[in-house]
């Protein structure tokens, strides 16, 4: 067993003391997503409001809306105050919309309390990776973003199911909880903002051999790929479902069978990343889960057996899952190169943001246009195009000293 344990640790290594508290901090964060915005709430609009059946997808609107607006304002803010003068926001937003959930008992009161709980939770993440990137050398991200997205995706998943847990009973109970889960994601936020303090770092990322790319170009290049990412990931979450029990006519009991390779190869991905993504190739990488996505997708178009769709998907999810802790190193490195690094955060959490929403809303467009089968093709597509852009964007980089721009 100690010999096991010795493999496992030189596979992922373990996060370094001074990220516990952003790991902490940030599956606050994420299990506060889970538990009111993704669970509890939509139970209180449905069951205890009465509210339309549309009013979820408005919601999630509402908060993607929200981050897109919020983060580069308070990347400005952060670039241009200390960071200790910024950070009450997060718990003065959140708590006034929990509050607000709280008293109202109406659906224009929740919105205006979700408004204001994910400009709070947006604020907070923007900070987090600020420090993170304070924090951490560009050696060190990749392991970083691995264990927050680990500790993250944990943390939703817990919340949803604690949130489902409480609908059955009070849905507004969860909202009295996430109130205890702002305190201690403050706490942890204030902690991980000393330790960052204590330890600031500018590590350049351009190295002698290269040429460095002219900041409008990564800046597009970086928003292409946040963009793109979520974008992803916001359309397979559309296309899945219809794809899965309509075309392909799979019991609702055997889905989770379909995607168990998949989980697995994740977990592997995931490793992968933790332990062997380096700065200056971090770009090259994503363009390989790209074309990763590109291939499963198109992959799923082409197939009607359900093996065969475990196969696409066993290309496509893990690609996904790795990408999120790789996009994040990629944004982070790319901001400590920065003269306003809180802003480039602000700027490119607003482009995951947008991402996602554009995913999500053209790909139910194209299912309601054609089907599932065909969002499918246009996920492949989308992908094949972001492969080739971030290629574009690696060579872009990579021209010699003294060759013609």
Request: charged residues 10%.
């Amino acid at each position: 067993m100690p010999a096991r344990a010795s493999v496992a640790r030189s596979v992922i290594p373990l996060p370094p003391r001074k990220l516990l508290s952003a790991l902490g901090s940030g599956a606050a964060l994420d299990g506060m997503t889970g538990l009111v915005i993704l669970s509890a709430g939509n139970a209180y609009l449905l069951r205890t409001l009465d509210a339309s059946a549309a009013l979820p997808a408005l919601a999630l609107t509402l908060q993607a809306v929200t981050k897109i607006a919020v983060s580069p304002a308070a990347g400005w803010i952060a670039d241009r105050r200390r960071l200790s003068s910024v950070l009450p926001a997060v718990p003065a937003l959140a708590t006034a919309g929990l509050a607000l959930m709280l008293t109202t008992r109406s659906v224009a009161g929740y919105l205006a309390g979700l408004a204001a709980l994910s400009a709070g939770i947006s604020i907070a993440w923007v900070l987090l990776r600020h420090c993170v990137g304070d924090t951490t050398s560009e050696a060190e991200r990749g392991n970083a973003a691995t264990w927050i997205s680990l500790a993250s995706g944990g943390a939703v998943a817990s919340g949803f199911g604690a949130g489902t847990l409480l609908a059955a009973v009070e849905p507004r109970m969860a909202f009295a909880l996430a109130l205890m889960v702002v305190a201690v994601a403050t706490v942890l936020l204030d902690r991980l903002r000393r330790t960052a303090d204590a330890s600031r770092r500018d590590v350049s990322l351009i190295t002698a051999s290269l040429r460095p790319t002219p900041q409008r170009l990564q800046s597009l290049a970086l928003g292409l790929v946040a963009s793109g990412q979520f974008a992803l990931a916001g359309g397979l979450l559309v296309t899945f479902w219809p794809f899965v029990l309509r075309d392909l006519e799979v019991p609702a009991a055997r889905v989770l069978w379909l995607l168990v390779p998949a989980g697995f190869i994740a977990v592997g991905a995931l490793g992968a990343v933790g332990r062997w993504s380096l700065p200056g190739r971090r770009l090259a990488e994503v363009t390989v889960l790209y074309a990763s996505v590109a291939v499963g997708c198109a992959l799923a178009f082409v197939t009607h057996s359900p093996w065969a769709f475990a196969v696409a998907m066993a290309l496509v999810v893990p690609a996904i899952v790795a990408g999120v802790p790789l996009v994040t190193a990629v944004v982070i490195d790319f901001s400590r190169g920065r003269s306003g690094p809180a802003g480039a955060l602000g700027w490119l959490g607003s482009a995951e943001a947008a991402g996602s929403l554009a995913g999500s809303g053209i790909m139910g467009v194209v299912i309601a246009s054609t089907d599932a089968r065909g969002a499918f093709l246009a996920l492949a597509v989308t992908a094949g195009v972001l492969a080739v852009a971030t290629t574009a964007s690696v060579r872009a980089q990579r021209i010699p000293l003294g060759s013609p721009a």
